[in-house]
């Protein structure tokens, strides 16, 4: 049997046992039936098991250049590297449905054994419905709207090869399983949320079971952004890195609401408010992860991240549509058993800056569809060809983000309930003297434009709330226990993480915001033709061309520039060139980017004297703190990884870790 044959009988078997766990979790869940929830734990690990073994069996053909595999025709060849044969996995469509199909069957099965254990009918009427979502999936792939494993006759000496775009970096590995992590594991919070709906309870057990689902899911799916940012900044020649791509937007529509839920999470965990809220907004992320999968899976719109036109995009969009209905239909059913505890405090508490938070968060996500759907649907009613582009999203979008920095460094300096003015001052009077710091080191510096000066200031305004709550927190645990301030600093980690984590992740935040700030207002371009041995200056950097050469490699053939970049300290060689691979018409641009801390020096091969290498146009931007929103990501991702630590068991008589767990008090 090869691996094709291999792989197609593990995902038709696995249909099979999806829907007999999904028939055994329901039992299970009505009849409170041990036996029938242990054979859906059982169904759970076999369906994993075979999903894997589809999916190694299709990484062993790709490996092995097996052609009488049509995906394997279309998305390989002989003279592939191993490294892009093995990730070309996810290089198309039937590929990348499969490995979502592998991490959702993942998701069940983890579940299924964990969620069940500690609220058992609860976590297995989640499982019935990660089963259910299973089954559709796995009916996906066995069908062929998306089966990976279609065979073809005549089997071709060699393959088509991967989109060029996906071979020439190695951050495809990175970027689209991240993404997809976190696009599945939404799916976890929305199974147990309506999981609580259908058994009608009004109480907060399922924000505790999904907590951590949550965080991890949205966490994956920031740091899948942000690599995707990079990967189009390292791979597409353009000096930039977000485009408002509709894929793009995507991508970012779900984070923004996830974001949202685990802020306005908080304000039901401790005061019982907003349940039909979060509940609403745990759907919109699920539903806007599937419209995500719609987008680039339907070939409804073009994009370099999406697929080609396909039969997959109308039963997406009917699988969303019944998504939508069932969890709606769920929400009015059990409205009346989600009645909230008392109204929101006064607009100086906590929870009423976290609700002022969550509608700039979804104001962000409806401005953010309305400009990627409008065109679709203008198409669609009129036949006109409409485009909305960068002005639009910047437009509106800046002053959100902005408006989201301003809450994101007050909400946690406020108690609950209100404020008193004594607070007020107590809170606030540091991060307002950083922020005018903030503003004066953006002029000084030569920032330019209103937007950049403002998240000069709004930066260091959160870095500065930030910073004073640490202080306190280790100054508290100094003064009871004697802890020199590094260990008092670990010690807040340790046992307040949700907390301190989200602290982190703030900063993480502002790296992002003031490094996307900077390398907009401040980049510098240039461009000229230079024969070798002539130079080029720009922001104080001299640019040299040292010579042109060609690279011919098993897989492709380049024209390479080799330029010396000199200035502020610097000396470097760096080498963009023009790619050409054997199933692309054009050469694909590969940048020469000199990475720094200050800078960075973006180079771009955009012609030459294909007779001599007598002369090559090149086009250079420096790009300040751009590096900074690649280390802010990080940052983000090292602080949801504090957050999402297990707290330890506290002692009964322990008195610092609750002092550190209250808000500031009157």
């Given amino acids: 049997m090869s691996a094709g044959d291999l792989g197609a009988a593990a995902l038709r078997a696995g249909v099979f046992l999806a829907l007999w766990g999904t028939g055994a979790a329901v039992y299970a ?53 191993l490294f892009y044969s093995i990730i070309g996995l996810w290089a198309a469509l039937e590929g990348s449905i499969l490995l979502w199909t592998a991490i959702l069957a993942g998701a069940t099965a983890f579940v299924a054994f964990r969620g069940t254990a500690a609220i058992p009918r609860l976590g297995t009427t989640a499982v019935a419905v990660l089963f259910a979502m299973l089954t559709f999936f796995l009916l996906l792939v066995t069908t062929p709207a998306a089966d990976p494993f279609v065979r073809l006759a005549f089997p071709p000496d060699n393959g088509a090869g991967p989109n060029p775009l996906l071979q020439n970096h190695p951050l495809m590995a990175l970027h689209p399983p991240l993404l997809y992590l976190g696009y599945v ?87 019982r408010l907003l349940r039909t809220w979060n509940l609403a907004l745990v759907v919109a992320t699920f539903s806007l992860t599937i419209l995500g999968t719609f987008l680039t899976r339907s070939g409804v719109v073009n994009s370099v991240h999406s697929f080609t036109q396909s039969a997959l995009g109308p039963i997406l969009l009917g699988y969303l549509v019944a998504i939508l209905v069932v969890s709606v239909g769920l929400l009015l059913w059990r409205s009346g058993r989600l009645q909230d505890r008392g109204p929101v405090g006064t607009p100086l508490s906590r929870e009423a800056i976290f609700l002022f938070q969550n509608v700039v968060f979804v104001a962000a996500t409806l401005t953010v569809l309305l400009g990627t759907l409008y065109p679709l649907i203008a198409e669609a009613i009129s036949g006109a060809q409409l485009s909305i582009g960068g002005p639009y999203f910047d437009r509106v979008e800046i002053p959100l983000a902005l408006a989201l920095l301003f809450l994101m460094g007050i909400g946690p300096q406020l108690p609950w309930h209100g404020a008193s003015r004594m607070t007020l001052e107590r809170q606030f009077t540091v991060p307002l003297v950083a922020a005018a710091g903030g503003a004066v080191l953006a002029l000084v510096t030569g920032v330019n434009g209103l937007p950049a000066v403002l998240t000069y200031a709004l930066g260091a305004f959160v870095a500065a709330t930030v910073v004073q709550e640490f202080a306190r927190g280790a100054r508290a645990r100094g003064i009871l226990h004697g802890e020199a301030p590094l260990t008092a600093v670990g010690n807040l980690f340790r046992r307040n993480g949700r907390r301190y984590g989200g602290y982190v992740v703030h900063l993480g935040i502002v790296l992002v915001a003031v490094a996307v700030a900077t390398s907009q207002a401040g980049s510098v371009d240039a461009e000229k033709t230079l024969a070798p041995g002539e130079t080029l200056v720009i922001g104080g950097y001299t640019l040299r061309l040292e010579s042109l050469r060609t690279v011919d490699e098993a897989q492709r053939s380049s024209v390479v520039a080799d330029v010396l970049i000199t200035g502020h300290g610097a000396s470097e060689q760096l080498h963009p060139a023009l790619v050409q691979y054997p199933n692309s018409a054009a050469a694909v641009g590969s940048p020469g980017i000199g990475a720094g801390l200050r800078d960075d020096l973006y180079t771009i091969l955009a012609a030459f004297d294909q007779r001599g290498f007598a002369w090559a146009t090149i086009r250079v931007r420096v790009i300040p703190l751009v590096s900074w929103l690649w280390v802010g990501g990080l940052v983000v991702g090292i602080g949801a990884l504090i957050a999402g630590l297990p707290a330890p068991r506290r002692r009964a008589s322990a008195v610092l870790p609750v002092a550190e767990a209250s808000a500031p008090a009157d």
Avoid: C
């Avoid at 594991?185 to 309506?194: D, E, N, Q």
């Fill in 185 to 271: 594991l939404t799916s976890v919070p929305f199974a147990y949320a309506i999981a609580s709906l259908i058994l009608g309870e009004g109480g907060d057990r399922w924000l505790v079971a999904t907590r951590r689902y949550a965080l991890v899911s949205w966490a994956l799916l920031g740091v899948g952004i942000v690599a995707g940012a990079w990967w189009s900044y390292a791979v597409l020649g353009w000096g930039g890195y977000w485009a408002w791509d509709p894929v793009e937007n995507a991508a970012i529509m779900p984070w923004l609401t996830a974001t949202a839920y685990l802020h306005s999470v908080m304000v039901e965990e401790k005061r």
């Fill in 29 to 81: 869940a009505w009849k409170r039936d041990g036996r029938a929830l242990a054979s859906a734990k059982v169904a759970a690990v076999v369906v994993l098991g075979l999903v894997g073994l589809a999916a190694l069996s299709m990484m062993f053909a790709l490996a092995t250049h097996d052609f009488s595999i049509l995906y394997v025709a279309q998305n390989n060849a002989r003279e592939t590297p």
